[in-house]
């Protein structure tokens, strides 16, 4: 496959509370930033790929006339996944420059069209009647029973916000930068049993773009080009319930193994890490089914403070979805940290950062993107 290099990122300029731009409006501005980033203009793209808004919709509000569309949206690993059919794109010849963009008004509701992603025919039938109404009482039923199956106390879920805030502590962007404690977690409002209010993501408006070429054109492009080493995507069972083990997320292991072996390295190799994070326990989860830890220990490994500021493995480094945005499709946002770590220009930069990975979820754990970056172009 071509090799596939970001020259341009960019977030939109506010996030967390944007109550006066539409979710066309938020994509415009990441997409025109992202591009000035690259040294380039909208007529320079001849690709583009969204989620949640339309393509066709997208392009002709930017006034493009792409010659390919993806409008892949399966929910928060999307942007993880168009950067690995972008890459696609571009090796077969379809297209060269391709702007991935992103913008969801999840807080305000500004030119946000009705979906309702949750109640789909089958869960309708099959698992409303018993009481799952959304993300809350869905995602959170594999935790009970990781938690019953490996003993995982509430105190150690509770660590995974405490670590997090600690990163969005130093990023002055991040929505929420209070120091919590365990006690503080426990405190706070149950949501759905065994989830606390902290261990809940917040609830953001923005929007983000990122701006993908060929390897042949990247140099003419960025002094700091983002090269895409390996992806994989992976679709598991549409209702929750029908996870063939609820304790561990069998579709973030198949996209993952598929990201792994096209990049040709393996865990030990990843200096960083961007978890998806809707709920606390999914990046104990991901650590598990990625193989940066062993099934049950997930949970020991953030609260041994491994992936704390200073700690051997940075993870979530903005303070993720539980602390600095989460506009209802995180992907980008965990993409974007992955860019500036290995640019160098994150708020909460970590040294010797050389490959990084993000890691998106789908669903109801339904569907499973991962990316894995470097700043340097594969051998």
């Given amino acids: 496959m071509t090799e596939l290099a970001i020259v341009g990122a960019a977030e939109t ?88 963009a992103h913008g969801e008004s999840g807080r305000s509701g500004i030119g946000r069209e009705a979906v309702d992603m949750q109640f789909t025919d089958l869960h309708r039938q099959f698992e409303l009647p018993y009481g799952t109404v959304g993300p809350t009482t869905a995602l959170t039923l594999p935790l009970t029973r990781y938690m019953a199956q490996y003993g995982m106390k509430a105190e150690t879920l509770a660590m995974v916000p405490v670590v997090q805030r600690e990163w969005a502590a130093k990023t002055p962007r991040a929505m929420l930068r209070d120091p919590i404690t365990v006690d503080d977690v426990l405190a706070s409002k149950m949501i759905a049993w065994p989830v606390h209010l902290f261990e809940c993501c917040v609830v953001t408006d923005g929007g983000g773009a990122l701006v993908v070429t060929a390897a042949e054109r990247a140099a003419d492009l960025s002094e700091t080009p983002v090269w895409l080493w390996g992806s994989g995507e992976a679709y598991g069972e549409a209702l929750i319930s029908q996870m063939p083990d609820m304790a561990f997320a069998d579709v973030f292991a198949q996209s993952g193994a598929m990201a792994f072996k096209e990049a040709g390295v393996g865990p030990d190799d990843i200096d960083h890490l961007m978890l998806y994070d809707a709920f606390a326990h999914i990046p104990i989860f991901a650590l598990e089914a990625l193989g940066f830890a062993k099934r049950g220990e997930g949970g020991d490994l953030i609260a041994s403070r491994a ?73």
């Fill in 13 to 100: 300029r506010r996030i967390g509370i944007v109550d006066d731009m539409s979710e066309l409006e938020l994509i415009s501005e990441a997409a025109r930033d992202a591009l000035a980033d690259a040294g380039l203009t909208l007529a320079d793209v001849d690709g583009l790929a969204t989620s949640y808004e339309r393509p066709n919709l997208v392009a002709n509000y930017l006034g493009l006339k792409p010659s390919w569309l993806d409008g892949t949206d399966i929910g928060g690993c999307s942007t993880m996944v168009h950067l690995r059919h972008a890459a696609a794109a571009i090796a077969a010849g379809q297209c060269k420059t391709v702007l991935i």
């Fill in 307 to 379: 992936t704390a500021p200073g700690g051997r493995l940075p993870v979530n480094t903005t303070g993720g979805g539980l602390s600095y945005t989460h506009t209802g499709r995180y992907g980008m946002y965990a993409v974007q940290e992955s860019v500036r770590q290995l640019r160098g220009t994150a708020a909460a930069q970590c040294d010797n950062i050389d490959v990084s990975l993000a890691h998106g979820l789908g669903g109801m754990f339904a569907a499973a993107g991962t990316s894995i970056l470097s700043k340097h172009r594969k051998r």
